[in-house]
């Protein structure tokens, strides 16, 4: 395996307002289905103008449980990976895309770090892909990102908490480039 010169993970969970929000919109959610299944089966009044059966209701909650589980999982699990080693940058941002690319030395004509300003050249935070632009995006923390111009006139922007030791190690990358 080849030394690395960079390596960064960043994670979704790492963003607290996500939790936040998260919260929120299951108290918004779940509250009052449990209030209509107390209502309903316990005090035994119907929910509503037209109630569900007691069975139907207990499903919908369950199948609501299971979303909003599974919904939290798929947030929880959200990562972005890159790291840089002798032949060429390697990112994977999951579950978009499960498996790591490459960036080949040869690939990129140039990059530069910018400050992450513009939604649309970003798409915002998450992964993007803009197919008239011919650029994807991937940020998940920070402010910066690295934005390379790669050989096809491709654009490829990867958020970044490290700016300058991501900078460092692809100028070594490019300078062992330069040298072959």
């Given at each position: 395996?080849?030394?690395?010169?960079?390596?960064?993970?960043?994670?979704?969970?790492?963003?607290?307002?996500?939790?936040?929000?998260?919260?929120?919109?299951?108290?918004?959610?779940?509250?009052?289905?449990?209030?209509?299944?107390?209502?309903?089966?316990?005090?035994?009044?119907?929910?509503?103008?037209?109630?569900?059966?007691?069975?139907?209701l207990i499903i919908f909650l369950c199948a609501l449980l299971l979303?909003?589980?599974?919904?939290?999982?798929?947030?929880?699990?959200?990562?972005?990976?890159?790291?840089?080693?002798?032949?060429?940058?390697?990112?994977?941002?999951?579950?978009?895309?499960?498996?790591?690319?490459?960036?080949?030395?040869?690939?990129?004509?140039?990059?530069?770090?910018?400050?992450?300003?513009?939604?649309?050249?970003?798409?915002?935070?998450?992964?993007?892909?803009n197919f008239f632009r011919k650029s994807q995006s991937m940020v998940?923390?920070?402010?910066?990102?690295?934005?390379?111009?790669?050989?096809?006139?491709?654009?490829?922007?990867?958020?970044?908490?490290?700016?300058?030791?991501?900078?460092?190690?692809?100028?070594?990358?490019?300078?062992?480039?330069?040298?072959?």
């Amino acid at each position: 395996m080849a030394r690395r010169y960079f390596e960064e993970i960043q994670l979704l969970r790492q963003n607290r307002w996500i939790w936040y929000i998260l919260i929120v919109l299951s108290a918004l959610l779940i509250i009052p289905f449990l209030y209509g299944m107390y209502t309903q089966l316990i005090t035994g009044e119907p929910w509503g103008d037209e109630p569900m059966s007691d069975n139907g209701l207990i499903i919908f909650l369950c199948a609501l449980l299971l979303s909003w589980a599974m919904i939290t999982w798929l947030l929880y699990s959200i990562r972005l990976e890159v790291y840089i080693d002798q032949d060429g940058v390697h990112y994977k941002f999951f579950p978009n895309k499960a498996s790591w690319n490459v960036i080949t030395k040869r690939d990129i004509i140039s990059y530069e770090i910018r400050r992450t300003r513009n939604i649309l050249e970003t798409g915002g935070f998450g992964y993007h892909r803009n197919f008239f632009r011919k650029s994807q995006s991937m940020v998940i923390r920070g402010s910066k990102h690295i934005r390379f111009m790669l050989s096809g006139k491709h654009k490829l922007l990867i958020g970044t908490q490290n700016p300058e030791e991501f900078d460092r190690a692809l100028r070594r990358l490019l300078s062992n480039h330069l040298t072959e």
